[in-house]
């Protein structure tokens, strides 16, 4: 019998050259022959993002486009990767930078519903949080949303309407969208939207935290109903709503570190009269 075996691939470098010796004793599919030789590179040559080609060091390459699963950059796109790409879903990230950072305006909650799975984006591609404009003016007069008045207490009614969906109704009079949500609040502060051409005028406003915690004297506060006058239908004695100042476009905000409907902490009562801030549509482009 003819025995047949592999030696496992030796190389042995020469004067800018290497020998390759593999399978049959010799390099031959024979018993005789010298070993092969050839021009094998040292290293293999650095690739070239934007190519089209997935090539060494490339997790994908898409000509130097950003696409629904690759960045830009030939990396995978992925939520974390401080990367904003619209095609993945992604209208915020996790960054340094404030207005892109996920941390700020919470992973779930940002506008246009931000860091979506790669592969399956919205409908539509999402905005990019720092190319919109959020703050679009106050209601203080729930008679006639569009004229100022004196403010409005938590209790919130209009054309039939009551709570959130009423203030919602409010703002779209004065040609908003929505009640702006704390976020969208601090959203705007970094744009400095309340001291543009249309600047927030100096009193109080209900803050309207339903997405995002906030340290309290040390202590963590989650959003909830009971600082938010009961989500606007107020509610006796048993809650308070969260507020904040503005006084030349400087916002000092007065939060409540207990947030559950029956707990007082003297941040200021429902029946109180405060301005309501309206936000324009998530996506609606500078």
């Not at 089209?52 to 960045?71: F, R």
């Not at 401080?82 to 930078?97: F, P, R």
């Not at 009562?269 to 482009?285: A, D, K, T």
Request: charged share 20%; glycine share 14%; proline share 8%.
């Amino acid at each position: 019998m003819r025995c047949r075996y592999v030696v496992v691939a030796v190389l042995v470098a020469c004067g800018g050259k290497v020998a390759v010796e593999s399978g049959l004793p010799g390099g031959q599919s024979g018993d005789d022959g010298p070993p092969s030789t050839g021009d094998i590179p040292d290293s293999e040559p650095d690739a070239t993002c934007g190519n089209g080609i997935v090539e060494v060091n490339e997790e994908c390459d898409e000509a130097g486009d950003d696409t629904a699963t690759c960045d830009a950059d030939c990396t995978l796109a992925e939520c974390g990767d401080g990367y904003i790409n619209a095609l993945a879903g992604e209208c915020c990230e996790d960054s340094a930078e404030p207005l892109v950072s996920c941390t700020d305006y919470q992973w779930a909650n940002c506008p246009c519903g931000c860091c979506s799975e790669p592969g399956d984006p919205p409908d539509e591609p999402p905005c990019d949080p720092r190319t919109v404009y959020t703050f679009a003016g106050v209601v203080s007069n729930d008679g006639d949303p569009s004229t100022p008045g004196d403010g409005l207490t938590g209790s919130w009614s209009f054309s039939g309407s009551l709570g959130i969906a009423a203030g919602d109704e409010m703002c779209v009079m004065i040609g908003a969208d929505h009640v702006c949500r704390y976020h969208e609040i601090l959203l705007a502060q970094s744009k400095d939207e309340f001291g543009g051409s249309s600047p927030i005028a100096d009193g109080t406003y209900w803050a309207n935290r339903v997405t995002q915690s906030v340290d309290v004297d040390g202590t963590p506060s989650p959003p909830g109903p009971g600082a938010r006058c009961g989500d606007w239908l107020a509610g006796g004695a048993t809650v308070e709503g969260e507020w904040f100042e503005a006084s030349n476009t400087a916002l000092t905000f007065h939060f409540d570190p207990d947030t559950a409907i029956g707990s007082i902490q003297g941040i200021g009562g429902c029946g109180e009269q405060r301005g309501i801030v309206c936000c324009f549509p998530e996506c609606l482009e500078r």
